[in-house]
C-alpha cells in the first residue's frame, strides 16, 4: 500500500523567512513524488517533481529515499506562496496519484 | 498546459438523485481520471476513464454508484448515483496529455452538495 503524510495542516510563517513544508511517505517500490499547489481561487497544478531536480517559483524539493521524505522548501517565503500544498505520490500504477492532506500555507507581510 | 473544463461548477442535489459531471479537454489526451475530494479530506482515485471501454475503478468505488463513460479522447463524464449526504465532496477530472509525461493536469473540479 502506498500513503502520503503531510504531518502539517496549517503553516505560518513572515515574509522573507525560510519554510518548510513536510511530507513523508511510506511505497514498497520507487515512487515518483511530486508536490502540487493550489493558489485561491484556481485548480490544483503541479509545482515541481522529484525527477526533474528543479527550483519552481524558489522552491525545490529532495527526495530521501533513506528518510522516505520528500520536504517542500524556500529560503525565502513571499506573500505571493500563500496557498494550499499537496505532496503526491505515484507507484507502479500509471496515473494513480495518492496524495497526502495537504498543508496550508500563510505568508504574512 | 491542458484546458479542462468542468460541468456544472457547483450543485445541490436531493437525495436519492443523481447528477452526471461532464470533463471537456481541449485536445486528445492518452489518459482521464475522476479524483474525489471530501469535505476536509485529501484527493482520492475513483477510476480510470478508459476510451471505448469499461472505466477502470479503485478500490471502494464500483460502477453501478460511479458509472463513468469515455466516449472520445477529449470527453469523459462522471455520474454519482443514488446520491446520499456522504457524497457531498468536489469531484476533479484529471488527465495525462501522452505517455512518457508524468504531469497530470487537473480540472477546476465539481462542488456536489447532497442535502
Known amino acids: 500500500a502506498q500513503r502520503v503524510t503531510q504531518p502539517e495542516k496549517l503553516l505560518s510563517v513572515f515574509k522573507g523567512a525560510p519554510v518548510e513544508l513536510k511530507c513523508n511517505y511510506s511505497y514498497s517500490g520507487s515512487p515518483e513524488l511530486f508536490w502540487y499547489v493550489q493558489y485561491s481561487r484556481q485548480r490544483l497544478q503541479l509545482l515541481l517533481r522529484h525527477i526533474s531536480r528543479e527550483s519552481i517559483k524558489g522552491f525545490t524539493a529532495d527526495l530521501n529515499k533513506g528518510e522516505t521524505s520528500f520536504h517542500l522548501k524556500k529560503p525565502f517565503a513571499q506573500e505571493e506562496d500563500s496557498a494550499m500544498y499537496y505532496c503526491a505520490l505515484r507507484g507502479t500504477s500509471y496515473g494513480k496519484l495518492t496524495f497526502g492532506q495537504g498543508t496550508i500555507l500563510t505568508v504574512h507581510p | 498546459s491542458a484546458v479542462i473544463s468542468q460541468k456544472p461548477s457547483r450543485d445541490i442535489c436531493q437525495r436519492g438523485t443523481s447528477l452526471t459531471i461532464q470533463c471537456q479537454v481541449d485536445s486528445q489526451v492518452t489518459m482521464m481520471f475522476w479524483y474525489r475530494q471530501q469535505p476536509g479530506q485529501s484527493l482520492t482515485l475513483i477510476a480510470t476513464a478508459n476510451q471505448g471501454s469499461e472505466a477502470t475503478y479503485e478500490s471502494g468505488f464500483v460502477i453501478d454508484k460511479f458509472p463513468i463513460s469515455r466516449p472520445n479522447l477529449t470527453f469523459s463524464t462522471l455520474t454519482v448515483s443514488n446520491m446520499s449526504p456522504e457524497d457531498s465532496s468536489i469531484y476533479l477530472c484529471?488527465?495525462?496529455?501522452?505517455?512518457?509525461?508524468?504531469?497530470?493536469?487537473f480540472g477546476p473540479g465539481t462542488r456536489l452538495t447532497v442535502l
Open positions: 484529471s488527465v495525462i496529455y501522452h505517455q512518457g509525461t508524468d504531469t497530470q493536469y
